[in-house]
């Protein structure tokens, strides 16, 4: 079966601390895409990838960064964590950016609070 | 830009009522539109998605949705509620030549026995 799996389920930083969030798939996606929830706002697209090695910025990256060494792996990358970036962290993936139609596969979330 | 619009943060239902969750678009040509569902502690999975084929589109757990181009709606409709069918409704839309989602806000659906 489809698998997404993002690292933490919870995770607790401090103001300033560099704070990395794992994704994993298993499905040999191309796509890969970080979003983040918060209530009232639903989804946003904060970076997303459709190669090794490729990133494009979404509708809110700053305060963010990614790196995609290896087809499987999409890791979030938070410089130096504010308390404004506490919120659900959501890792989707998708097989082929050309078809539209296709849908998401999501991981489970990981909620950070940055204290 | 791309957009969707779902009125409602929050909809009340009593088991066995009609569930209505609306959700709107704005594009100027017939993006591809998709209803995603995430329950408590969960990633989000897909009930259902419109890609021009059909404009009634039949997804997973009895919901439907109606693609109408003349209102830029697409409404998820269930005939009877049922508790499970509690959780987080999103609506979503992708514009042709785009590989992103654009997400709604959510709908959150209360049942109530």
């Known amino acids: 079966d489809v698998k997404v799996t993002q690292s933490s389920r919870y995770l607790v930083k401090r103001t300033g601390e560099k704070v990395f969030l794992e994704c994993v798939q298993d499905?040999?996606?191309?796509?890969m895409f970080w979003y983040r929830q918060d209530p009232g706002l639903g989804l946003r697209l904060i970076y997303f990838?459709?190669?090794?090695?490729?990133?494009e910025k979404g509708d809110i990256p700053e305060g963010y960064s990614v790196s995609r060494e290896k087809k499987e792996r999409f890791s979030l990358i938070l410089e130096s964590a504010s308390t404004n970036q506490t919120s659900m962290y959501l890792c989707?993936?998708?097989?082929?950016?050309?078809?539209?139609?296709?849908?998401?596969?999501f991981g489970s979330g990981t909620q950070l609070s940055v204290l | 830009a791309q957009s969707v619009t779902q009125l409602g943060s929050h909809v009340s239902v009593s088991e066995g009522a009609l569930v209505l969750l609306r959700c709107n678009y704005s594009?100027?040509?017939?993006?591809?539109l998709f209803w995603y569902v995430q329950y408590p502690n969960q990633g989000l999975q897909l009930l259902l998605k419109?890609?021009?084929?059909?404009?009634l589109v039949k997804g997973i757990n009895g919901f439907e949705a109606e693609f109408k181009k003349s209102e830029t709606s697409f409404h998820l409709t269930k005939p009877s509620a049922h508790m499970s069918d509690a959780a987080e409704y999103f609506c979503?839309?992708?514009?042709?030549?785009?590989?992103?989602?654009?997400f709604g806000k959510g709908t959150m659906l209360l049942v109530s026995p």
């Open positions: 419109y890609t021009s084929a059909a404009t």
């Open positions: 989707a993936s998708s097989l082929d950016p050309r078809v539209l139609s296709e849908k998401l596969f």
């Open positions: 979503a839309v992708r514009k042709a030549g785009y590989s992103t989602l654009t």
């Open positions: 990838s459709y190669d090794v090695k490729m990133k």
């Open positions: 499905m040999d996606h191309e796509n």
């Open positions: 594009s100027s040509v017939p993006p591809y």
